[in-house]
């Protein structure tokens, strides 16, 4: 969806990207936790308003390479 702007699962064109914001849960964003911090990596969503079906997308390649040292 972020690329194509189309749905993959019902074929609307209708998506809606909703970014990551610093007001928002932790739990809306990866967390990775050290022993004494926990750093957040955002994650913007792109929905689907004709079905629901939600993608999350990290936007940076930096931050895609502190995923993966990580949890990789």
């Not at 074929?11 to 739990?27: C, K, M």
């Not at 308003?49 to 502190?66: I, K, Q």
Request: hydrophobic share 35%; charged share 25%.
């Amino acid at each position: 969806m972020k690329n194509t702007h189309i749905c993959p699962k019902c074929g609307s064109r209708d998506i809606v990207r909703v970014p990551d914001s610093a007001h928002r849960y932790l739990a809306s964003s990866i967390c990775i936790t050290k022993l004494v911090t926990v750093e957040r990596i955002p994650v913007a969503r792109y929905v689907c308003c004709g079905c629901g079906y939600v993608e999350n997308w990290v936007g940076d390649r930096g931050e895609l390479a502190r995923v993966k040292r990580a949890f990789g």
